[in-house]
């Protein structure tokens, strides 16, 4: 993890907290990494773990996310297609990460929208935003919801997530 800063990437408007003694801290009171491009933000989830023999890191995939869907809808039906409950406040929690939980997987169905690595055929918009916002209801907005947006484009209403995959 050597070299690695949340603080050299830019986030306009605030600082961010999710990081603690070097690591990103992803839990219920650590603020959302948001308003950032879908660029950095693989960026930054490809150097979480550089320098890790053991562990790497990317953004999240469409797989990925949809998989978790799978296995968060085993114990909670119609999470997917509306996760009432989870963080459709009307304001971006900041420090919130986690203020709901299925099966410890945080706010796939609320809070902010998520960059994923698909791509979209959309001429304009190829990249894709998953997730639920809190600024829509959960059946305007809900965990399996899928956007369009485009690779520099940065909102308050989106964040990402990364994916860790540990070597043998």
Same mark, same amino acid.
């Given at each position: 993890m050597s070299g690695f800063n949340p603080h050299n990437y830019e986030t306009p408007g605030q600082e961010w907290t999710g990081w603690k003694n070097g690591k990103e801290v992803v839990q219920k009171?650590?603020? +959302?990494?948001? =308003?950032? !491009?879908r660029d950095m933000a693989k960026k930054i989830a490809e150097e979480m773990y550089s320098n890790n023999d053991v562990v790497e890191s990317r953004l999240c995939s469409s797989y990925a996310w949809d998989t978790a869907l799978k296995f968060?809808? #085993?114990?909670?039906?119609? =999470?997917a297609t509306n996760s009432e409950g989870d963080?459709? %406040?009307? %304001? @971006? $929690?900041h420090t919130g990460i986690g203020s709901t939980a299925r099966n410890n997987i945080y706010d796939m169905g609320g809070n902010v929208g998520e960059w994923t690595t698909e791509v979209s055929s959309h001429p304009s918009?190829?990249? !894709? +935003?998953h997730g639920g916002r809190y600024d829509r209801s959960a059946n305007n907005g809900p965990a399996g919801?899928?956007? $369009?947006?485009?690779? %520099?484009? #940065?909102d308050?209403? +989106?964040? /990402?997530?990364? !994916? @860790? /995959? +540990?070597?043998l």
């Amino acid at each position: 993890m050597s070299g690695f800063n949340p603080h050299n990437y830019e986030t306009p408007g605030q600082e961010w907290t999710g990081w603690k003694n070097g690591k990103e801290v992803v839990q219920k009171d650590k603020q +959302v990494w948001n =308003y950032i !491009t879908r660029d950095m933000a693989k960026k930054i989830a490809e150097e979480m773990y550089s320098n890790n023999d053991v562990v790497e890191s990317r953004l999240c995939s469409s797989y990925a996310w949809d998989t978790a869907l799978k296995f968060i809808e #085993a114990k909670n039906t119609g =999470y997917a297609t509306n996760s009432e409950g989870d963080n459709y %406040s009307g %304001s @971006l $929690n900041h420090t919130g990460i986690g203020s709901t939980a299925r099966n410890n997987i945080y706010d796939m169905g609320g809070n902010v929208g998520e960059w994923t690595t698909e791509v979209s055929s959309h001429p304009s918009h190829q990249c !894709t +935003v998953h997730g639920g916002r809190y600024d829509r209801s959960a059946n305007n907005g809900p965990a399996g919801q899928r956007e $369009n947006g485009t690779q %520099s484009s #940065a909102d308050v209403t +989106v964040g /990402f997530r990364s !994916t @860790l /995959f +540990v070597g043998l």
